[in-house]
């Protein structure tokens, strides 16, 4: 029986971790895609992003890099790695979406 609330309670830790860097990299997507089409491209930090945005465009870009990010992210959690993912998400949180909505916030 502990073994079966264990296994539940890593799974539901999982799923909620995912879920969670999914939610971070849309939010990412969503401020970085205002902020490219109000600023330009040079307000991405990440040249790879900055690349692929500069070949397929803002919108096919941000949409290619964040399902990409998703897909390596998933790996993890289908790995069983859910710690790696929560700390990408609480990364992502600290370096991206916060720093974004304080920018936006205060325009």
């Not at 539940?8 to 830790?13: L, P, Q, V």
């Not at 969670?20 to 040249?47: C, H, R």
């Not at 993890?76 to 974004?100: D, M, P, Q």
Request: hydrophobic share 60%; glycine share 12%; net charge neutral.
């Amino acid at each position: 029986m502990e073994v079966a609330v264990a296994k539940f309670s890593t799974e539901f830790f999982g799923n909620i971790a995912f879920v969670a860097f999914i939610l971070t990299q849309f939010l990412d997507g969503v401020f970085t895609y205002k902020a490219m089409s109000a600023w330009g491209l040079g307000v991405e930090a990440n040249p790879l992003v900055g690349w692929v945005v500069s070949v397929l465009g803002i919108g096919l870009g941000l949409t290619v890099a964040k399902l990409v990010a998703v897909g390596l992210g998933g790996s993890l959690y289908w790995k069983g790695i859910h710690n790696a993912v929560v700390s990408l998400t609480l990364i992502y949180l600290c370096v991206a979406i916060i720093r974004w909505a304080y920018l936006f916030w205060t325009l």
